[in-house]
């Protein structure tokens, strides 16, 4: 560190400086005392010392509760340790996985010399934008036929939603987002930062460790008329509780009454019950009644493409003039954020898609996945029930999709890192792709001794 | 049950409107009020190229480099990177601050191989998406911690400049840049900005190949803007996009920003691949401030990293993984420099090229410009209206401010490019 005044100091770009004051006329100028012929030293000029960083007051940052939690298992050097904080899918093995689909793809482009890289452009691939549509909203989606759909490739999940979120602050007349009770920890951050307010709507409840259906109807029937409403359209992060289709529909009809915005965060299509329609069906529902509404679509789990941030934005509008217009907006929103998306894992994902064959090995190694998890539910639950752990757990198995909301309190948790070397967020969530058979004894150990031994 | 309200919908949704209720079947219109936005005037451009049937159709649009046969490349070291990752592995998140190795590596490349600062662990910097995403995290950072600061921007910049730091909310100033008298450099009048803003305003350089310009400052100017930075405690954000693209040399393409660390300025600077390794569509590029110590760069990177969370969580990895997988091979890394050279030699042989074919048809103007100035874009001088003529007459494609990127130039199009700039303009 640079310590130490000017006077004392012979540095080059001192003495550089020293001779320019010296041709200086004598007449004051900003920053130069004349008298002294000393330049007062810069806010920015690190070798003269004492004088702050124009950042000096940054504090730091904190860690994202969910990112963080690998940090501090990096760090831990025990061999029993777990993994069950970030929800990336891990084999029996522990080990991450890339679809052999993908795989093939990705060699497919490699091979292909006449593949070039230049910039997509600002909405990125256009037949992954149409592949992804169908995806979510049917291959036989009217809205899509009728060219009502607007799709822009982004970065994963979160880039969707962001530009989603920066449109609807700059677009739409109502400013007030809600959002479930409890959701997935970056979506307050996303929404706030696009300039929109967030509200909360009730969603889980404790002591079924289900869905408060009375409360989230409550909470959005007194919801200002035309506000926006975040859905998780399957596999609820972080609870795994899902409506049924009955409660759906009601959704749908209280949502279309009060002229409500549903803005769907569609992160785990296909990953959560292995069938892609089923996983959907809560985002048709919606579509098919001919409104409007917002989907944020994210490759990364379903397809294993985490890293390279594949996923896509659609607004389902009234007509196709309308679609139009909102594309164009759209790109102004992008353009200053990035220019233009990633194209490696789009390519990916649309050389999947579009062939016919190697969507059908996709399905299956997403069903594979799917399987494996609601295995690894099946495992927990009964260990816990042969170690005779207090408490009901039968919502370990209820629950749906990548995350288990286990219902253990920051306390037992904090417990269970120390004494088990088991990491996972202090919401009690545990990824469920992050176990496997050996290692499900393990974890019931630990919730057993957290659940019998502290409150 | 859900009361089903019917009101007469206008077109217009005002803020102020009473119950706007729908039926099961019609809902409301969202978006009637929403208009079509202009075009990008960048990207706009490549798009009516697509369009143009003609056969004779020159894209000098945007800066992406092109081979003599006017194809885009892939350079042979990142097919080679390409070769050695593909298959592999496995595509985890990278952490918020994207690929440490790659960022190490970006650095040096910055700030020196054997720079004190990167010692010192002084710098705090992220992977960001490209050029674009590093200066958006900047403008997002400045707004945070430095609130009450506007951006001096220079006169004229690439556009997208404008659109970054103001969806960023911070308020721009302009300084003066280019002359149009000279086609270089208005040195004086840059002086007298830099000299009248406040103390401890922040100014956005472009490091080399200013874009759409092609004016840099001499060394000796550059030293002279670092030692006015220094008595006015002004802030120097770099945007270096064409990092070994301008000169060949990658050494001698960063000279500003050295001079500026050698006078103890405390930069920030956004890194580029896109061009210097043709990545454009990877999205790779590298955000980096220089601290004070190590303590107050690990502040710096997490609140970098807390803007990045909320935007996209983490950078893509692939284009990381090919530009750490050839910067730290050494036979790579030499290959990389040797076809970096080979782009830039190869547009300032069409620069000489255009410039002798528009001496040779006897313009009566001074096209000395044109060999002068530096990097992808060449300033021609010429006017929107001309340029308008270059498209609808001739089928030539850039953008209206007369930038042309000479990476669109070709041993076989620039006679015809040359003709037809003669033609609008030879009356001028």
Known sequence: MHGGNASGSSSPADRRLSALVRHLEGSSRDGIDAGNHSIAAAPTSGSYGGRNSVFDHVVMGPEDPILGVTVAYNKDPSPVKMNLGVGAYRTEEGKPLVLNVVRRAEQMLVNDSSRVKEYLPIVGLADFNK????????????????????????????????????????????????????????????FGLAGLSVKTYRYYDPSTRGLDFEGLMEDLGSAPSGAIVLFHACAHNPTGV???????????????SKALLPFFDSAYQGFASGNLDTDAQSVRMFVKDGGECIVAQSFAKNMGLYGERVGALSIVC??????????????????PMYSNPPIHGASIVATV???????????????AMADRIINMRTQLFDALRSRGTPGDWSHIIKQIGMFTFTGLNSKQVAFMTKEYHIYMTSDGRISMAGLSSRTVPHLADAIHAAVTRLA | MAHLIRVGCSGRLSKYSSVVGATRSMSTAWWRHVEPAPKDPILGVSEAFLADPSPHKVNVGVGAYRDDNGKPVVLNCVREAERRIGGNLNMEYLPMGGSVKMVE???????????????DKRIAAVQ???GTGACRLFADFQKRFSPDSHVYIPVPTWSNHHNIWRDANVPQRTFHYYHPETKGLDFASMMDDIKNAPNGSFFLLHACAHNPTGVDPTEEQWKEISYQFKVKGHFAFFDMAY?????????????????????????????????????????????????????????????????????????PVHGALIVSTILGDPELKNLWLKEVKGMADRIIGMRTALRENLENLGSPLSWEHVTKQIGMFCYSGMTPEQVDRLTNEFHIYMTRNGRISMAGVTTGNV???????HEVTKSS
């Open chain 2, 243 to 315: 990092q070994g693209f301008a000169s060949g040399d990658p050494e001698r393409d960063a000279k500003s920003i050295r001079i500026f660390l050698e006078d103890g300025h405390q930069i920030g600077c956004s890194q580029s691949y896109a061009k210097n390794m043709g990545l454009y569509g990877q999205r790779v590029g590298c955000l980096s401030v220089v601290c004070e110590d190590e303590k107050q760069a690990v502040a710096v990177k997490s609140q970098l990293q807390q803007l990045a969370r909320p935007m996209y969580s983490n950078p």
């Open chain 1, 131 to 190: 592949l992804s549509a169908k995806l979510i909203l049917g291959a036989d989606s009217p809205a899509v036929q009728e060219n009502r759909v607007t799709t822009v490739q982004c970065l994963s999940g979160t880039g969707s939603l962001r530009v989603g979120a920066e449109f609807l602050a700059r677009h739409y007349h109502q400013h007030t987002i809600l959002i479930p009770q409890p959701t997935w920890g970056n979506h307050p951050k996303v």
């Open chain 1, 242 to 256: 899902d409506p049924t289709a009955q409660q759906w529909e009601q959704i749908r009809q209280l949502a279309r």
């Open chain 1, 318 to 335: 009234r007509n196709a003039d309308v679609a139009g217009r909102v594309e164009s907006q759209l790109k102004l929103v992008i353009r």
């Open chain 2, 105 to 119: 590596e970006t650095l040096k490349l910055a700030y020196g191989d054997n720079s004190d600062l990167i010692k």
């Open chain 2, 128 to 130: 960001a998406l490209s």
């Open chain 1, 353 to 367: 898609l579009k062939d016919r064959n190697m969507f059908q090995e996709w399905t299956v190694e997403l069903k």
């Open chain 2, 415 to 421: 006679g015809y490019l040359a003709k037809a700039i």
